[in-house]
């Protein structure tokens, strides 16, 4: 295995996505993985994937979805010999986790069946508009290509049988909307479990059975979202956005930030300003 060649991958600001179809040669292996979240459906033929316990066929109708830093190692199946795949590297924002909460088939590998023909089509209608609009040049192709992207899942989820059951509970919708309003304030676990009216532990087993994070791993994750924005759309200083969004030490915000994305902030707005390589 040390000897295989590693799959090079390039990290994106938000996301980078393709249609490709696929012969026998075709095949990926990144023993870390990547940091965004890779998601790969099979629109036509049938793709191999290999993990460190097993390997299994994914086949038309067939959504996969990896994690940050899960081992990727996937081909073209030998039948039928080829594989077109609609894929997308992306860093999600926090609002998307409940769409990303998969069937998980590896430690940070999930995979959605999509068992029903309309919904089938309807997804990769979405996803093809989203490869579209990623070609698209200037500012607005990214945007279009991400909103094409969650209209999919959010197309996928609902036809879910198992989600038709389980909305969002209301007091999560209270608490997140005050985070999104008040992004910049110090919020911890016990005053916004206050808020939903319940116990901390209680709030805390809630809140990541049903988006997926902590909340404090959801807040964190909605200031870098932010600070995204505000570096791709202002002239706002790295100190300032830094207030902006809750940090009051600018160089604990950049380590923050570089966590999260693999670049500075000044590094991000830079790479945004050059654009797509």
């Known amino acids: 295995m040390s000897s295989r060649p590693v799959t090079p991958s390039s990290d994106p600001l938000t996301l980078i996505s393709g249609l ?11 023993p870390q993985g990547t940091r965004d979240y890779l998601l790969i459906y099979t629109a036509s033929g049938a793709g191999r994937i290999v993990t460190a316990q097993s390997s299994f066929k994914v086949n038309s109708g067939n959504w996969l979805l990896y994690r940050p830093e899960t081992r990727q190692e996937y081909r073209t199946a030998r039948d039928p010999g080829s594989w077109g795949l609609l894929w997308a590297h992306v860093h999600p924002p926090p609002t998307w986790m409940p769409l990303l909460d998969w069937p998980e088939i590896s430690p940070g590998v999930q995979l959605l069946n999509l068992d029903d023909q309309a919904v089938r089509e309807d997804v990769e209608t979405a996803l093809e508009a989203m490869v579209r609009y990623d070609a698209m040049p200037g500012r607005t192709g990214k945007p279009l290509a991400m909103n094409a992207l969650e209209k999919a899942l959010l197309l996928a989820d609902a036809a879910r049988p198992d989600r038709q059951t389980q ?9 997140i909307d005050l985070i999104h309003r008040e992004i910049d304030r110090a919020w911890t676990v016990d005053e916004l479990a206050g808020l939903a009216h319940l116990s901390p532990s209680r709030f805390a087993h809630l809140f990541r059975e049903q988006l997926g994070l902590t909340p404090l791993q959801y807040v964190e994750a909605q200031r870098m979202q932010r600070a995204r924005q505000l570096l791709e759309q202002t002239g706002l200083g790295v100190g300032q956005i830094a207030l902006e969004v809750g940090f ?13 994305t693999g670049r500075s902030p000044r590094d991000y707005r830079q790479h945004v300003a050059d654009g797509p390589r």
Request: hydrophobic share 40%; net charge positive; aromatic share 22%.
């Open 20 to 30: 490709w179809t696929q012969g026998l040669d075709y095949r990926n292996w990144r």
């Open 167 to 175: 909305p969002l509970d209301a007091r999560l919708n209270v608490v």
């Open 248 to 260: 009051h030490c600018p160089f604990y915000f950049s380590r923050r930030f570089r966590l999260a």
